[in-house]
Antibody, heavy 121, light 106 residues
Framework: EVQLVESGGGLVQPGGSLRLSCAAS????????MHWVRQAPGQGLVWVSR????????LYADSVKGRFTISRDNAKNTLYLQMNSLRAEDTAVYYC??????????????WGQGTLVTVSS | DIQLTQSPSFLSASVGDRVTITCRAS??????LAWYQEKPGKAPKLLIY???TLQSGVPSRFSGSGSGTEFTLTISSLQPEDFATYYC?????????FGGGTKVEI
């Protein structure tokens, strides 16, 4: 069974840092590109970042570029999101998601349960 | 960035109703459009990808159609478990973007 389990969320002051983790199991983690998506309270889904299967190719939303770093450890089947210089507007539930693709197209087929990050003094 | 505009934002319906949600893209996205269902406190669930391909395990009352810039999600006969928020997502170009969501309520 495919599972994605996020951890590392919590309350942090503005300007602080957090590192989120996403532990993957039930599939060959090293062959999938992975993404982070966030959802502010009462708001919609917003894509944050993605990393290629081998970790060499990363991309970020403009809102987090230069502050967040996505990475992965394929030996540990774990995805990370290092978040620095946090702002109140980064407050959200953060989801990791697996992207799959086939001959028809691609989509996020598995999501974690999310971890809440609250940035407040 | 490609903007996705969903309509309506809110929809009130009854069990058994046929429901249609529209997603309009600010530019062409080929067929790289997916639909997700989200329930409170749960992760989003993939329903449809590539505009009209039903994800494994998703009931056949869900269907998707469209091309270019206009896409629709249809629920042919609304069931009690379908009351949720629905999001479209384009995967044609970076950054990937989501629509604003459509909340389907009783």
């Amino acid at each position: 069974e495919v599972q994605l389990v996020e951890s590392g969320g919590g309350l942090v002051q503005p300007g602080g840092s957090l590192r989120l983790s996403c532990a993957a199991s039930g599939f060959t983690f090293s062959t999938y590109w992975m993404h982070w998506v966030r959802q502010a309270p009462g708001q919609g889904l917003v894509w944050v970042s993605r990393v290629s299967s081998d970790g060499s190719n990363t991309l970020y939303a403009d809102s987090v570029k230069g502050r967040f770093t996505i990475s992965r450890d394929n030996a540990k089947n774990t995805l990370y999101l290092q978040m620095n210089s946090l702002r109140a507007e980064d407050t959200a539930v953060y989801y990791c998601a697996r992207v799959f693709s086939d001959s028809s197209g691609r989509a996020f087929d598995y999501w974690g349960q999310g971890t809440l990050v609250t940035v407040s003094s | 960035d490609i903007q996705l505009t969903q309509s309506p934002s809110f929809l009130s319906a009854s069990v058994g109703d046929r429901v249609t949600i529209t997603c309009r893209a600010s530019q062409g996205i080929s067929s790289y459009l997916a639909w997700y269902q989200e329930k409170p406190g749960k992760a989003p669930k993939l329903l449809i990808y590539a505009t009209s391909t039903l994800q494994s395990g998703v009931p056949s009352r869900f269907s998707g159609s469209g091309s270019g810039t206009e896409f629709t999600l249809t629920i042919s006969s609304l069931q009690p478990e379908d009351f949720a928020t629905y999001y479209c997502q384009q995967l044609n170009s970076n950054p990937l973007t989501f629509g604003g969501g459509t909340k389907v309520e009783i």
